[in-house]
């Protein structure tokens, strides 16, 4: 039997009392936030409206929270904490930064089909194959094997996110259901499991008041509610996008 080391990226786990002193500090990684913030001011920033700066910034923060402020180092402790930042990450960042894109530039910059379905699955394998114990407790054992993990989520987030802004609102209302219903499966499946599952946080969550398998129930709980139900709510803004269309015709797409 082979016993992993894990050395997560974001730290060891912190201390409760410490935890607001851990931010992440790795200059690669900032330094990748800032050209972000930089390419996209000089591209498509020229020319954007100011509520596509607001969304572009909301995105961004997120990412910043993510990776640098103490959640990085929280999700060290605990499986919720890292089902809370895949949340953050795929749901909403992703999201968001789809939707500062101009609709045109971001069409052209990955080709005319949006492909929503072959993303919609991608993505739904990606996450119950991460929070599979093996694959999940190799993803800690490494930076490489870390970022490999955030990379493959965070591209299946940016695929599906555009894939539904730029399909037909019907098609992307089935892939937004379909979504919901999947993660809230993987998150029921998690919240009932018997035993504690994720080897990384056997030692680590003690300290925070909870043990090893109470932590995995929150973290199967923020999946299924929480996290499900952030789909279930775009389904909804799309929905009411359509309904205000009224005569606009079954092609109509999100703006």
């Given at each position: 039997m082979t016993i992993l080391s894990f050395q997560p990226y974001c730290g060891p786990a912190p201390q409760p009392g410490a935890v607001w002193a851990a931010w992440n500090l790795d200059p690669v990684l900032i330094g990748a936030l800032v050209a972000l913030a930089v390419v996209w001011g000089m591209t498509w920033g020229r020319g954007a409206s100011t509520r596509e700066r607001l969304v572009f910034g909301a995105g961004w923060s997120l990412f910043f929270i993510a990776f640098v402020?103490?959640?990085?180092?929280?999700?060290?402790?605990?499986?919720?904490?890292?089902?809370?930042?895949?949340?953050?990450?795929?749901?909403?960042?992703?999201?968001?930064?789809?939707?500062?894109?101009?609709?045109?530039?971001?069409k052209r910059l990955f080709g005319g089909r949006s492909l929503l379905w072959s993303a919609t699955a991608a993505q739904a394998v990606l996450l119950w194959f991460w929070h599979a114990p093996a694959a999940y407790g190799w993803s800690l054992t490494g930076d490489a094997q870390y970022w490999i993990m955030?990379?493959?989520?965070?591209?299946?987030?940016?695929?599906?996110?555009?894939?539904?802004?730029?399909?037909?609102i019907?098609?992307?209302?089935?892939?937004?259901?379909?979504?919901?219903?999947?993660?809230?499966?993987?998150?029921?499946?998690?919240?009932?499991?018997?035993?504690?599952?994720?080897?990384?946080?056997?030692?680590?969550?003690?300290?925070?008041?909870?043990?090893?398998?109470?932590?995995?129930?929150?973290?199967?709980?923020?999946?299924?509610?929480?996290?499900?139900?952030?789909?279930?709510?775009?389904?909804?803004?799309?929905?009411?996008r359509r309904v205000g269309f009224g005569e606009a015709g079954a092609g109509e797409r999100i703006a």
């Open positions: 402020s103490p959640l990085c180092a929280l999700t060290s402790a605990l499986f919720a904490a890292r089902v809370g930042h895949h949340v953050a990450v795929m749901t909403l960042a992703a999201g968001l930064l789809v939707l500062a894109a101009p609709r045109a530039r971001l955030q990379a493959s989520l965070i591209g299946a987030a940016l695929m599906f996110w555009r894939g539904v802004r730029l399909a037909p019907q098609h992307g209302l089935l892939a937004l259901i379909a979504t919901m219903v999947q993660m809230g499966a993987l998150g029921a499946l998690i919240t009932f499991a018997s035993e504690p599952m994720y080897a990384p946080h056997f030692a680590t969550t003690l300290a925070w008041g909870l043990t090893p398998l109470e932590d995995q129930q929150a973290g199967g709980l923020i999946m299924w509610a929480p996290a499900a139900g952030a789909y279930l709510a775009a389904a909804l803004i799309l929905l009411m």
